[in-house]
């Protein structure tokens, strides 16, 4: 996958175009602990973040975010982490893809590889009990030098290693679980100046679990809504929709052996709802917009 990371300095990006120079996804700065120079935090949200959200989302590209991180104390880092994920659900169900933790400032490299690898759990768990799915930034000197990556086994990294444009090749092995390569910089249509630029080895809005809220569309080749269910009319078809159920009481719903969602309003290509079809459908048959 095809993808850029971008922050404040790309804000008011033509993302239509963005869209047609084959980018896929974008992990997009929603925060920071506090000033480069500054001794202690004051985080604070990078003013593109919600406009490159929305912008991005709704041509179809999809969504992760990142936090730069300047905590240095387990207290600081957990401050970080909730004002990110504050941030973050600002944009509901737009971020598909990972919330990173970015960590590069120059004032991590005063303390040792395993000090440094515990912050970032401890930022990383609290991402992931928030719901997300929690991510490492870091670039070939960090992993060797300042952070203890076999601490962070299980995390995925989006990992930065900077080669000549059109000259990528294969993924780098330098650490395990690498699922986000920044390669280097480039200019795309819809972007002014040079942007970051990204290979993704995993969908990750296809992995995750859909939550209410998502728009979906069922697949071409779905017949029934579930096992031995009724059969998908060719007017469902081709349309997005709403979920608006995951449980019932707390409980999955399952049919004919399949977990299955509630499909609400149809949402048309204005992003306009425009009724409510209130069918239980298997997850097997959708795919998220």
């Known amino acids: ?19 047609n120079s084959g980018i896929e996804f974008a992990m997009i700065k929603a925060s920071q602990g506090g000033g480069i120079k500054d001794k202690g935090i004051a985080p604070f949200e990078d003013r593109g973040f919600a406009g490159s959200v929305a ?4 041509v179809g590209i999809k969504c992760g975010a990142y936090h730069f991180m300047t905590g240095t104390t387990r207290d600081e880092v957990l401050e970080e982490a909730e004002f990110f994920i504050k941030t ?22 005063r303390f ?21 799915i929690p991510m490492v930034y870091t670039n070939r000197a960090f992993s060797v030098h ?25 993924v780098p092995q330098d650490v395990s679980d690498i699922t986000v390569w920044q390669w280097g910089t480039e ?26 809220g998502d728009i979906v569309t069922l697949k071409k080749d779905a017949i029934f809504y579930y096992p031995g269910g009724p059969k998908i009319p060719d007017w469902v078809k081709g349309k997005n929709y709403g979920v608006a159920k995951t449980q019932v009481s707390g409980k999955d719903i399952v ?23 209130m069918t239980w459908t298997a997850v097997s048959n959708l795919e998220t917009i």
């Open 1 to 19: 996958m095809k993808g850029i990371d971008i922050s404040v300095y790309q804000m008011g990006a033509d993302w239509k175009k963005v869209k």
């Open 55 to 58: 912008g991005a989302s709704s």
């Open 88 to 109: 973050v659900k600002k944009a509901g169900s737009s971020i598909v893809f990972p919330c990173a933790a970015d960590m590069e400032d120059e004032r991590y490299t």
């Open 112 to 132: 040792d590889r395993e000090y440094n690898a515990s912050l970032l759990k401890i930022f990383c768990g609290a991402v992931y009990d928030a719901g997300y």
């Open 146 to 170: 300042f952070i203890n990556m076999k601490m962070l086994k299980g995390y995925d990294v989006w990992f930065a290693l900077y080669r000549k444009s059109g000259d990528k090749g294969p």
């Open 187 to 212: 200019k795309i249509d819809g972007i002014k100046g040079n942007v970051d630029m990204n290979i993704g080895y995993k969908d990750y809005a296809r992995l995750r679990p859909i939550r209410i």
């Open 255 to 277: 049919k004919g052996g399949e977990k299955c969602v509630l499909l609400g309003e149809y949402i048309d290509e204005n992003g306009n709802a425009q009724g409510n079809i």
